[in-house]
Structures are given as C-alpha cells and as structure tokens.
C-alpha cells in the first residue's frame, strides 16, 4: 500500500472495506472551533458496510475462514452498526450469521427499522436476549455456539464490537492510510495530530493507538467514550493491546496509563440514549457540511471535541483529525427525537 507497510507484520486479511478512506479538511468549521481540522471518512468503507466495523472485520473473518468457520456468532446492542456489519461481511464470504441482540423484552423486540431491518435483509438469524443475559454474555455465546455444533456447523465467535487483539488490526491500517495523507499537508508527518474518535467498545481505540507506535507516527490519540467510563475503558484498551504485543510478538513501548487517553465526561444520559444539545449539533453539521454524524457514537465523540476545543482551543494542538467512524443507520430510529429540532 504504501512505503512503510512492509515493515508492519499484519495478520491476513480478506479485502471488505472501501480503503484508503478520504481525509477531508473542514475548513469553515476547523476556523470556528480554532484548530487545523480534518475528518477521516471511515463512514465511507462501504454503504452496506459503513463504519469502523469492517475494517476489524477484513482481519477476524480471514481468522475465521482459515479455522474452517461456515458461520459467526457476535452480540451486540439492538441497534448494533458491529452487528449489522457482521451479518453482511459473513454473507459477502459465505458464512453463515447469528447476532445476539439485547432489549428490555425479549419477548417483544423492538421494529424492523435501521440496522435491524438490514440484519435481517441480510438473512442474519436474530437471537433476542435481555440486559441481565448480556451481562452473561460469554455464557450465552457458549451456549449458542454449542446449539450450532450440534446442528453440524462450525462456529467462529466475534466479541462485541469485534473488539479484540485482531480486530484492532483493522486501526493499524487506518493510521497508516493517515501516515500518508499527512506526509502530502504543510507540515508533513512531523507537525503532532490529534486524532479523536469515539470509544464503544475499545477496538478502534487500541487499533489507533498501536498503528502510532507501529508507524511512528507524531500522534497523540484520545479517545471519547460513549458508554461505562475512564477507568473501564484503560482496563479494556489496555488489555486489547497487551495481548496484540504478545499474540503477535510486538515490541512496542506501550504503557496502559500513559497512552490510553480516554476523554470522559460525554455519555450524556447514558448509551444510546440523547440530549437535544448533541443532536442539534449533528443536525448543524449536517446543514454546514453535508456530513452527517450518528447519534449513538460519532454525534457523541464530536459534540465532545466541540465542547472540549470551545472551552480551550489548544486542548488538542493545532491539528486534528476526527474519525467518522459510521453508524448512520442508526439516525433513523431516531427521527421522533430529531423532528422537534428540523
Ligand atoms: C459508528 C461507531 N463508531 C464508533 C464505535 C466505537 O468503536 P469501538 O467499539 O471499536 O470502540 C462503534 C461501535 O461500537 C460504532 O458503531
């Protein structure tokens, strides 16, 4: 791809996601918010396939074909845009999907709009599970898996949000897809970069954060979570990260405290859930730039950035890329809440 990936010892990989993705200046709104900003459009890895999700998909189901795998199991939230990606990704190599989703009332799931409605478009089998059954989650993924053997299949199992140490590949290569496009800005590779992303399930965040070591690359990567909080998410990114060093022989200088950086503060009323303030400024991009964030994740993340950059413009430097990491499909279970604002 480029002149310094023969040094970076990727894991196989199938080829899903439309990349390099783009890295587009915001000017106008780089001069509002007072800081050199850049979006990196990983919402345009595919249309079907949108988001951060293929990218660690391209690495966990060439794991899964080479281990024989005819079908995967993953888990996630109703609205899951690491769900979605899955049950496509799978159809595209010939696998086989069965996504366990949470909702208040297994007995009553909720309506086939969004990712749900491609889900099962898709022909993923939807296995409706509740709260206290995701919190066990590990078990029911053993016990599907289990279901699915003796049937004769052979199941290959994706953690939530494909959030681990090869998932996190997937971030390896977005950083060094941003290596290059930096080197061609004023200021090359040598000016420092920020690069602020959202934070769910803590895959793209330690992907980031081991391509900058692995690149050497003058960035600083912050993460802003949308869920649990600070010192949940260094125990996870961490541990994603610890065990890539050691499953893949890395000797990189990570240290958990010093490099997961993540930005807490910007849940709001909790996961998923939203407050007229982050969507009025998702509509406000939409209307300035023609980009449109999502709710759940990215509306989150840069209604943090703004906040944080409003409050101090020299908060992450002069440089910043945002990383769009997707999830529009989940703005249309969302149209009651937005109607009041358009
Ligand atoms: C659109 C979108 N952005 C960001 C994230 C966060 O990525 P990660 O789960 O790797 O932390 C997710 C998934 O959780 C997502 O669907």
Same mark, same amino acid.
């Given at each position: 791809?480029?002149?310094?990936?023969?040094?970076?010892?990727?894991?196989?990989?199938?080829?899903?996601?439309?990349?390099?993705?783009?890295?587009?200046? *915001?000017?106008?709104?780089?001069?509002?918010?007072?800081?050199? *900003?850049?979006?990196?459009?990983?919402?345009?890895?595919?249309?079907?396939?949108?988001?951060?999700?293929?990218?660690?998909?391209?690495?966990? *189901?060439?794991?899964?074909?080479?281990?024989?795998?005819?079908?995967?199991?993953?888990?996630?939230?109703?609205?899951?845009?690491?769900?979605?990606?899955?049950?496509?990704?799978?159809?595209?190599?010939?696998?086989?999907?069965?996504?366990?989703?949470?909702?208040?009332?297994?007995?009553?799931?909720?309506?086939?709009?969004?990712?749900?409605?491609?889900?099962?478009?898709?022909?993923?089998?939807?296995?409706?599970?509740?709260?206290?059954?995701?919190?066990?989650?590990?078990?029911?993924?053993?016990?599907?898996?289990?279901?699915?053997?003796?049937?004769?299949?052979?199941?290959?199992?994706?953690?939530?949000?494909?959030?681990?140490?090869?998932?996190?590949?997937?971030?390896?290569?977005?950083?060094?897809?941003?290596?290059?496009?930096?080197?061609?800005?004023?200021?090359?590779?040598?000016?420092?970069?920020?690069?602020?992303?959202?934070?769910?399930?803590?895959?793209?965040?330690?992907?980031?954060?081991?391509?900058?070591?692995?690149?050497?690359?003058?960035?600083?990567?912050?993460?802003?979570?949308?869920?649990?909080?600070?010192?949940?998410?260094?125990?996870?990114?961490?541990?994603?990260?610890?065990?890539? *060093?050691?499953?893949?022989?890395?000797?990189?200088?990570?240290?958990?405290?010093?490099?997961?950086?993540?930005?807490?503060?910007?849940?709001?009323?909790?996961?998923?859930?939203?407050?007229?303030?982050?969507?009025?400024?998702?509509?406000?991009?939409?209307?300035?730039?023609?980009?449109?964030?999502?709710?759940?994740?990215?509306?989150?993340?840069?209604?943090?950035?703004?906040?944080?950059?409003?409050?101090?413009?020299?908060?992450?430097?002069?440089?910043?890329?945002?990383?769009?990491?997707?999830?529009?499909?989940?703005?249309?279970?969302?149209?009651?809440?937005?109607?009041?604002?358009?």
């Amino acid at each position: 791809m480029d002149t310094i990936s023969h040094r970076i010892p990727y894991p196989p990989r199938l080829a899903l996601a439309h990349t390099p993705t783009p890295l587009e200046p *915001l000017k106008r709104l780089g001069e509002t918010l007072g800081v050199e *900003l850049y979006f990196k459009r990983d919402d345009l890895t595919g249309a079907e396939l949108t988001g951060n999700k293929v990218r660690k998909l391209e690495f966990l *189901l060439a794991d899964a074909l080479d281990k024989g795998a005819d079908s995967v199991v993953t888990c996630g939230a109703a609205q899951s845009n690491h769900a979605r990606a899955t049950a496509i990704a799978a159809v595209k190599v010939g696998l086989s999907s069965r996504l366990l989703l949470r909702t208040p009332d297994p007995a009553h799931p909720p309506s086939l709009e969004g990712n749900i409605l491609l889900d099962r478009l898709a022909g993923a089998e939807i296995v409706w599970i509740s709260y206290e059954q995701y919190g066990r989650r590990a078990e029911m993924f053993q016990r599907e898996a289990e279901s699915l053997r003796k049937v004769g299949k052979t199941p290959y199992l994706i953690p939530e949000g494909g959030s681990n140490a090869l998932g996190a590949w997937g971030y390896v290569r977005t950083v060094e897809e941003l290596a290059n496009d930096l080197e061609t800005l004023p200021g090359g590779t040598e000016q420092p970069t920020t690069i602020v992303h959202a934070t769910g399930s803590g895959g793209t965040t330690a992907g980031l954060i081991l391509g900058v070591q692995l690149t050497g690359l003058q960035a600083r990567v912050v993460g802003i979570n949308v869920c649990n909080d600070r010192d949940y998410f260094v125990r996870v990114v961490g541990d994603i990260c610890e065990t890539a *060093l050691s499953d893949h022989q890395l000797d990189l200088p990570f240290k958990r405290e010093r490099d997961v950086e993540i930005l807490d503060g910007y849940v709001g009323r909790g996961y998923g859930k939203t407050r007229p303030q982050e969507l009025s400024l998702l509509r406000d991009l939409a209307r300035t730039e023609g980009i449109f964030l999502d709710p759940v994740y990215t509306g989150k993340a840069f209604f943090g950035m703004a906040r944080e950059l409003q409050q101090d413009p020299d908060v992450f430097g002069e440089r910043v890329v945002f990383i769009h990491t997707g999830g529009i499909y989940g703005l249309f279970p969302m149209a009651e809440q937005m109607a009041a604002l358009l």
